[in-house]
Structure formats: C-alpha cells, structure tokens
Nanobody
C-alpha cells in the first residue's frame, strides 16, 4: 500500500551529473529513513546513500560527489550525482522505512529502479 517511484536516470558521459528523484505515495504516516541503492549486472544490491531526520550517510566510493536530500512535506527524496564514473553505472533503487497510516506499523518499501548509464 506504499509505493515508491524513481525517475531521473539516463545516459551521461564520465564527469557528468544526474539527479535522481524518488516519490513515495500511499498510506504513509511517517517516513523515518530513505535510502538509495545501486545494483549492477551480476552484483548484489548495495547502499549508496541514506538520510534520516538526524543526518546522512554515504558509501565510501561516492563521498564528496553524491548528495542525498529529502522533502518531508512531499514524501520525496533526491540523489544528486556529480563527477560520475563508469563504476557508478547501474540500476538505482529507492528504499524507504515507513510507518503506515492504516496500521501504524513499520514496512520496508522499494521502487522499481531507474537505470544510470555512464559512457563515453
């Protein structure tokens, strides 16, 4: 009953930038954490960036280049990706820890992913 939709992926050259967006909808009482994950062919899904009400956290490989943000009034999150490299390519998934409006219990929601391609 909670849905996440990612957007903003596409083709970018090395050194370029992209901004990914995630929109959450449904029976949401509170979102206590939002994360971005990345997955490549043959690889397991790995955390890229996390944001809560008290701060952010990043994978070591993207520190200083990626910035996660969110708008709590709109239930959205963004990932600004700068100085992109081939190693940053993959499918990016939005993840959210949500307290539902109907049951007031926690659930872990996932989007369908948006593809980021880095190519010369």
């Amino acid at each position: 009953q909670v849905h996440l939709v990612e957007s903003g992926g596409g083709l970018v050259q090395p050194g370029g930038s992209l901004r990914l967006s995630c929109a959450a909808s449904g029976s949401i009482f509170r979102i206590y954490v939002m994360r971005w994950y990345r997955q490549t062919l043959g690889q397991q899904r790995e955390m890229v960036a996390t944001i809560t009400g008290v701060g952010t956290n990043y994978a070591d490989s993207v520190k200083g280049r990626f910035t996660i943000s969110r708008d709590t009034t709109k239930n959205t999150a963004s990932l600004q990706m700068n100085s992109l490299e081939h190693e940053n390519a993959g499918v990016y998934y939005c993840n959210a820890g949500v307290v539902t409006n109907t049951t007031r219990t926690n659930l872990d929601a996932w989007g369908q992913g948006t593809l980021v391609t880095v190519s010369s």
